[in-house]
């Protein structure tokens, strides 16, 4: 089994496949033919291996809603595919697949095109997790999905060699932009990095640019375009002037969540913007940087900047056959007992606000704390019902910029343009 750390890539899938008749509520009353039945359900990549697990504990308490475990292909993009040519397929009495976790910026289009259902907000612990998780999981003003796991980006930079010359971690660009400059070659190091690869990890950097100096790409669900803006101009120019000056490598331009982990693990990179993972990476037994790390919130212009909001939420395909039984699983997976073990055997950032604070798990995981503080403050990307083509959209002229063949202002006037197209469809 594998793991996808991805944009939010908080990402593991699960498809459950049930079987019995259809109900039309997720609220079916209990009993024989009620709404519950057998599961099946499907991931996308467990590298931790910690899924099955938590299955156990499900099925020894509900034999007759079992869960068998399937999985779907590593790419996110296939996922995503799969999921909808299931769900569209389950309009003529095809589909298999009851319960979806899905990319928290798949919601929106889901639920805009009605592949999943609405869900009543009083069945699930909704109050006990981190506010800005709730957001990812809602459309027009009403909750399509759950909540499951969260993510959100960290600065992560060599502690030995910032205190070796006395600085503090930086917390605004200038600081950032300075300190890789400086003290980057110095110790022979390139400066910073995140995911600049044109894919969704690129839109993620991009949109936490524009966030963090202010900014927006699309408001209203996806209807208005918001990113001409003053603050646009500065996000974008701010990663571009990075590849210019040469404190971002040019060969950041090709690196994903792995690669650029693995360029800050091996002990060459100064700065790295990357999901929590790469912390626990960095921090193992057999690390060159083990013991060398720390992280803190991404910077912004003037102070602490904006992370995007990964992970996945949970949600229930319209066509569902035993509803009450996904949602009595959703309730099971989002438990405080269930979240824990998501998080301590599959290290993936929970949802429940009680366990960033818990003495236990943050002697063991340090980084808590900030990745608590970045989720609180972190923003869902641009909502849509065509996600998928605005993510497009944002990576190609962003990635442009960055590679100089656009200044800052011609992208953001391209991005304008190409988003107004898209949203007018």
Do not use: C
């Not at 769900?87 to 639920?111: K, P």
Request: glycine share 10%.
């Amino acid at each position: 089994m594998r793991w996808i750390h991805a944009a939010g890539r908080g990402l593991l899938v699960l498809v459950v496949v049930m079987t019995g008749y259809i109900t039309s509520g997720v609220n079916a009353d209990e009993g024989a033919g009620s709404g519950r039945g057998p599961l099946t359900l499907a991931t996308a990549g467990d590298l931790t291996g910690y899924l099955g697990s938590v299955l156990e504990g499900w099925n020894r308490t509900h034999p007759d809603e079992k869960v068998t475990l399937v999985e779907l292909p590593d790419s996110a993009d296939e996922t995503r595919a799969q999921m909808i040519t299931d769900l569209r397929d389950g309009d003529d009495g095809g589909g298999r697949f009851d319960m979806l976790n899905i990319d928290v910026s798949w919601t929106s289009e889901f639920a805009a095109h009605g592949w999943i259902r609405p869900l009543p907000r009083d069945r699930f612990p909704l109050g006990t997790f981190l506010p800005p998780v709730v957001d990812t999981a809602t459309y027009d003003g009403r909750l399509y999905a759950v909540p499951y796991v969260t993510n959100a980006g960290l600065l992560l930079y060599r502690a030995d060699i910032l205190a070796k010359e006395g600085v503090d971690p930086p917390r605004t660009w200038a600081e950032l932009e300075k300190q890789a400059k400086t003290l980057a070659p110095e110790h022979g190091l390139d400066g910073y990095a995140g995911q600049f690869l044109p894919y969704e990890g690129l839109t993620v950097n991009a949109a936490e640019a524009v966030y963090s100096a202010g900014g927006s790409i699309l408001g209203d669900e996806g209807e208005r375009v918001t990113v001409n803006s003053t603050a646009a101009r500065e996000g974008i120019e701010f990663l571009s002037r990075g590849v210019r000056e040469g404190w971002i490598p040019k060969r950041a331009l090709t690196y994903k969540e792995e690669e650029s982990k693995q360029a800050f693990q091996d002990g060459r990179l100064l700065f790295l913007r990357n999901w929590p993972y790469a912390y626990v990476g960095a921090s193992a037994e057999g690390s060159p940087v083990a013991g060398k790390i720390g992280a803190v919130p991404l910077p912004g212009p003037d102070g602490p900047g904006t992370s995007v909001l990964g992970g996945s939420n949970l949600a229930v395909s319209t066509h569902a056959r035993h509803p009450d039984s996904a949602a009595r699983l959703i309730a099971y997976l989002t438990s405080e007992r269930v979240q824990r073990q998501v998080f301590t055997r599959g290290a993936l950032p929970p949802v429940r606000a009680d366990l960033y604070e818990d003495p236990e798990l943050v002697r063991e995981f340090p980084y808590l704390p900030t990745l608590r503080e970045s989720v609180l403050t972190a923003a869902p990307r641009p909502k849509s019902p065509r996600y998928d083509q605005v993510s497009l959209v944002v990576q190609a002229v962003v990635h442009d910029a960055m590679t100089g063949r656009e200044t800052p202002e011609a992208a953001v006037r391209r991005l304008a343009r190409e988003l107004a197209a898209i949203s007018s469809r």
